[in-house]
């Protein structure tokens, strides 16, 4: 069992940067791949980024690969996602996801265990 707690939101303007990062307790987050996804006001929430449980598989979004980095840290249990050029339709309430690759990754059935989410507001 895993649970998670996001941090690092805030307001920043186009173009700037943030590193949101996903602290995990419980002693199995090695076995999990992890994942971030993102939800605007009236729409669904979608995938943004994954990591393998070893971090060698790395998938991201279209819409910000090239942008976005995510990363882990096994031995300190957390996940990073930190985000440059930031765009105002980056504007989201971003969560941390964990799960065991039952389903395909871009989708939330993928995930087992979720953070409350910190909100990244990007102005123009």
């Known amino acids: 069992q895993v649970q998670l707690v996001e941090s690092g939101g805030g307001l920043v303007q186009a173009g700037g940067s943030l590193r949101l990062s996903c602290a995990a307790s419980?002693?199995?987050?090695?076995?999990?791949?992890m994942g971030w996804f993102r939800q605007a006001p009236g729409k669904e929430r979608e995938f943004v980024a994954r990591i393998s449980w070893s971090g060698g598989i790395i998938y991201y979004a279209g819409s910000v690969k090239g942008r976005f980095t995510i990363s882990r840290d096994n031995a300190k249990n957390t996940v990073d996602l930190q985000m440059n050029s930031l765009k105002p339709e980056d504007t989201a309430v971003y969560y941390c996801?964990?799960?065991?690759?039952?389903?395909?990754?871009?989708?939330?059935?993928?995930?087992?265990?979720w953070g409350q989410g910190t909100q990244v507001t990007v102005s123009s």
């Open positions: 419980g002693r199995t987050f090695s076995s999990y791949d």
């Open positions: 996801a964990a799960g065991s690759g039952g389903s395909p990754y871009q989708r939330i059935t993928a995930y087992n265990y």
